[in-house]
């Protein structure tokens, strides 16, 4: 593995979608607790 400063970041626990318990992307809205995919279920 290569280590860099943004790795730093990336030791932190990754979330989880509390629905399908994929792991959600660091982009996705911090204040979520499902994946994108689920999201736009939700939504229908
Ligand atoms: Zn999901």
Redesign the pocket.
């Known amino acids: 593995m290569v280590q860099s400063p943004t790795e730093f970041f990336k030791t932190l626990p990754p979330k989880q979608?509390v629905?399908?318990g994929?792991i959600i992307d660091e982009q996705a809205e911090s204040y979520l607790n499902?994946?994108d995919?689920?999201l736009s279920k939700a939504e229908e």
């Open positions: 979608c629905d399908c994929d499902q994946c995919h689920c």
